[in-house]
């Protein structure tokens, strides 16, 4: 799921033992702090500092004097949640909303433990009752998009846009979603009129750029051009490094397609697609060297995708033309074991093609 706010953190351990905490006083406060806040803003500070495992101790600790501190039940829950102890967490959440049964951001978090333990239809359930007791509540909507689009389903996730542009007119992920959801039901055009609005917006972020760069790549390469430049321009690091280089690559200008990829982090595009264009940066360089190693990289991505076995045969055939044959042989017996017999038949086809001397037809 294209989950648009939960992401992985580098988790910091504390050696801090349980029987310390659980001999330790409260920290030293003015006067007018209880307790319950002491141990609140301790658990903060520690959450500042990524150290979950202990935040955890000190909201527990605050919870000993006021069990339904609602904050700290929020605090809690969020930090067992970075920890992955997502039933946990959903209890911390599920009893915040039962005392404040107005709160939309505990029925979000219901939803995101949820959505983590796989209960799909419990999340669906409080993300709805989220936007239920708050209307304008704007990430209620996004995560409740999320989880239509991971589902596939194109329908309630196009009436749930419509609805929430009635009440926020003017958000702007809600306009991002609705051009998304124009793209995959087929109307390209009247997402790309969207997102050429939206680009013209202050506040238009770098992956509106992107997407416009690669919704016009197929028949306006001047635009999608342009837009690439703007992404990159705020973003060097960015996806817009890899439609550039690709763009290079396509006109035979390798020296500009390898500075662009020197740019690319990482996390910016996926794993295949990175290393694609780096194997056709070393056959337009007739980079044996580094294509061997790039290649071994890239077959490792995905062993057992004969469609990806014969993509990266044609990217290679100009110049490893005996290699290309040997991933389309290994693509057919891919094939095979699937009992895929169209594929079997494609594949003998670029068999027959990479037999052919390199000029014919």
């Known amino acids: 799921m294209k989950h648009y706010l939960l992401s992985g953190i580098m988790l910091v351990a504390f050696t801090t033992s349980s029987l310390l905490w659980a001999q330790s006083p409260a920290p030293d406060c003015p006067p007018q702090i209880t307790q319950a806040d002491a141990f609140k803003d301790k658990g903060r500070a520690l959450m500042e500092k990524q150290a979950y495992k202990d935040a955890i101790q000190a909201f527990t600790e ?62 669906l359930a409080a993300y709805q009752q989220a936007l239920a007791v708050a209307p304008d509540n704007a990430l209620g909507y996004e995560r409740l998009y999320g989880l239509y689009d991971n589902n596939q389903q194109w329908e309630p996730a196009a009436k749930l846009i419509a609805d929430g542009l009635k009440i926020l007119p003017e958000n702007l992920n809600l306009r991002l979603f609705h051009a998304d959801i124009l793209m995959k039901t087929g109307k390209r055009e009247e997402a790309v009129v969207v997102l050429k609005k939206l680009a013209e917006r202050p506040d238009a972020p770098t992956k509106l750029f992107l997407n416009l760069a690669t919704a016009l790549r197929a028949d306006d390469a001047s635009a999608a051009h342009e837009y690439a430049l703007k992404a990159y321009e705020r973003d060097n690091g960015s996806l817009a490094a890899l439609l550039l280089a690709d763009e290079n690559l396509d006109n035979g200008n390798t020296d500009k397609a390898a500075g662009y990829l020197k740019t690319l982090r990482p996390d910016a595009a996926s794993s295949k697609d990175i290393v694609f264009a780096r194997l056709r940066l070393d056959v337009g360089r ?61 594949a003998k086809g670029s068999l027959r093609k990479f037999e052919r001397p390199a000029d014919a037809p």
């Open 62 to 123: 605050a919870l000993k004097f006021e069990p339904d501190y609602k904050d700290v039940l929020m605090d809690r829950g969020r930090a067992l949640m970075e920890l992955g102890r997502f039933q946990e967490a959903k209890a911390d959440f599920t009893k915040l909303a039962e005392m404040d049964t107005g709160n939309a951001l505990a029925q979000i978090k219901i939803g995101d433990a949820c959505f983590e333990l796989k209960e799909t239809d419990s999340a």
């Open 286 to 346: 007739s980079d044996r060297g580094a294509l061997s190693g790039h290649l071994e990289q890239a077959k490792q991505l995905d062993p057992r995708n004969p469609e990806w076995m014969l993509k990266l045969a044609y990217v290679i055939e100009p110049l490893e033309r005996d290699t290309a044959r040997k991933l389309a042989s290994r693509a057919q017996a891919l094939y095979e074991e699937t009992g895929d017999a169209n594929g079997v038949e494609k």
